[in-house]
């Protein structure tokens, strides 16, 4: 079946960085479109962006746009993201989908001095 | 970008009952690419309803979608006690696939 299992969580300092796994297992990663959405304590969910699975192109919110790559390991059947610059407001839950009907577990970055 | 303004922002009422739950988009959404999700705590998102109106599988018939123009409604018709949670709606037919902010369904 699918799963998608994410790396533990991170605690960082303010302008580090920060790279999430997504381990994907029942399903090939290069088939899908595979993204990131992330969610801060207490609020609604945030998409970051995505990529496309032919060619690997991808396509990132606005507001992430310079701090963000996301991208796959098809050797590995892994999906990362990698956020830097943290800040304070970066600490949030932040999870992988395949497309819209898979989710990971989540990876808790909390980003403190 | 594609805002959705979810409603009302906290739901209380009674397993048995009638749940309607709103959201509204500011603009036409492609395709009727419309999504709700349900979260309970330290959960995951967990799909309910995609295309407006087809249930995820798995996913019980008393949750139904419906839309009329940019406002979609999801609506559980007889609450279970399970159901008590938060619903998110988002659109996937123009990147950013944004969220709305969330309904709270809480027992009253």
């Known amino acids: 079946q699918v799963q998608l299992v994410q790396s533990g969580a991170e605690v960082k300092k303010p302008g580090a960085s920060v790279k999430v796994s997504c381990k994907a297992s029942?399903?090939?990663?290069?088939?899908?479109?595979m993204h990131w959405v992330r969610q801060a304590p207490g609020q609604g969910l945030e998409w970051m962006g995505v990529?496309?699975?032919?060619?690997?192109?991808?396509i990132y919110a606005q507001s992430f746009q310079g701090r963000v790559t996301m991208a796959t390991d098809t050797s590995t059947n892994t999906f990362y993201m990698e956020l830097s610059g943290l800040r304070s407001d970066d600490t949030a839950v932040y999870y992988c989908?395949?497309?819209?009907?898979?989710w990971g577990q989540g990876t808790l970055v909390a980003v403190s001095s | 970008e594609i805002v959705l303004t979810q409603s009302p922002g906290t739901l209380s009422l009674s397993p048995g009952e009638r749940a309607t739950l709103s959201c509204r988009a500011s603009q036409s959404v492609t395709n009727s690419y419309l999504a709700w999700y349900q979260q309970n705590p330290g959960q995951a998102p967990r799909l309910l309803i995609y295309?407006?109106?087809t249930r995820a599988t798995g996913i019980p018939a008393r949750f139904s979608g419906d839309a009329s123009g940019t406002d979609f409604t999801l609506t559980i018709s007889r609450l279970e006690p399970e159901d008590f949670a938060v619903y998110h709606c988002q659109q996937y037919g123009r990147t950013p696939y944004t969220f709305g902010q969330g309904t709270k369904l809480e027992i009253k």
């Open positions: 990529v496309n699975p032919s060619g690997g192109g991808t």
């Open positions: 989908t395949r497309s819209i009907t898979d």
């Open positions: 029942g399903f090939t990663l290069s088939s899908y479109y």
């Open positions: 295309g407006v109106s």
